[in-house]
């Protein structure tokens, strides 16, 4: 069970699971606005594994191919693809089950989702070959996540709306410019082996400019997707917000270049996620939103109790290692006592010895020195052990 356990963390690791949260909020976004409102719980589930499993066929696949390149960089060359943690056969059949996942989801969702199903992983693979040729491949990357919302529309409406290639093009766009700050921390290393990226082509200070010009298109592309869906306040609120959030992300990395991973995880992950709650305000009836709310409350309780739990579980382990060193002290300082008053008493060894080879008694020389009667014989054994250590 435990090595189950690690295989699937290894597995999670390798296609760093947690990025998840900045395609699937589009998906969702596209699929409550086309359906204005709540699209049931079958293409819940359908699109959350359409998403999952195209997202790791792409994460699986750019890690297969970037075997060479990840090993020689120090920032990846721990990753499970290249220490050994996932073996390449393990990577292939990965591949081929997401693969096949996909497919399969994009049969059961309609027709026109399973015709699309092939040209979309196409797509999605092609990012890790664009990046040995083109400087354009942070732009396929955003291609492959702008597709999310659009197949969305697709799952819900068997057809692609304009405002749908909006919503993509504004995903496109926000993605494209955080991979670009993203991958200014390997700008010396792309330009040492020769990989396309436009940090490594055109500088740090170019890349942040044509970053922040790709956030100003997405932002545009979103106002028109809002406009064009016909959404009111809150979708207004939403392309505001980003638009917020995005300005904060530069000003992040403007001011230190280490806080990048704070700007890309931490912001673009708060992103997508208000974004989608503002379209839920927007399209969800309020009763559903009660529920909705009702459920989230749930969930945190429930995850604080079993925080809760765990650190009483924390708290009573530490309390045992407290006890354990108490009693080890204790066991520890009357030998240490002994030996310490022993040691004190070595100066009249000499005058013990003699004593003892007189023939006096124990309780004589103790009267006659001054010394307890214990501390004579400790240092009788100790003389002992010093002569036959000469012998």
Known sequence: MNSFKKKLADFSELVMFKHSVFSLPFIFIAMLVAANGWFGWKLLILGALAAVSARNFAMGVNRYLDRDIDILNPRTKGRPSVDGRVSNRQMLGFIGVNALLFIVVAYFVNDLAFKLAIPILMVLGAYTLFK?????????????????????????????????????????????????????????????????????????????????????LAIVFWAWFVSDANLGIWGQLSVLFAALMLTYEHYLVNKDFTKIDRAFFTVNGYLGFVFLLFIILEVIQMEYILIGLVFILALMLTTLIFSNQKLKKEVKVLQEVLEVKDTTISDL????????????????????????????????????????????????KFDKIKKEKHV
Request: aromatic letters at 8%; hydrophobic letters at 50%.
């Open 333 to 380: 300082e009357v030998p240490r006592v002994v030996v310490k008053e022993a040691v004190d008493h070595f100066s009249l060894h000499d005058e013990v010895m003699e004593c003892v080879e007189a023939g006096e008694s124990r309780e004589s020389i103790s009267e006659k020195l001054g010394i307890p009667a214990n501390k004579i014989e400790l240092i009788i």
């Open 132 to 216: 040995r040729f083109s400087a354009a491949a942070h732009l396929i990357l955003g291609v492959s996540l702008g597709l999310a919302p659009i197949a969305g529309v697709v799952a819900v409406s068997s057809e692609i709306t304009a405002w749908s290639v909006y919503l993509g093009l504004g995903v496109m766009f926000w993605v494209a410019g955080f991979d670009l700050l993203y991958s200014l921390q390997d700008m010396e290393f792309d330009k040492k082996n020769n990989l396309h990226s436009i940090p490594s082509r055109f500088g740090a200070k170019n890349t942040m400019n044509i970053a922040k010009v790709f956030h100003i």
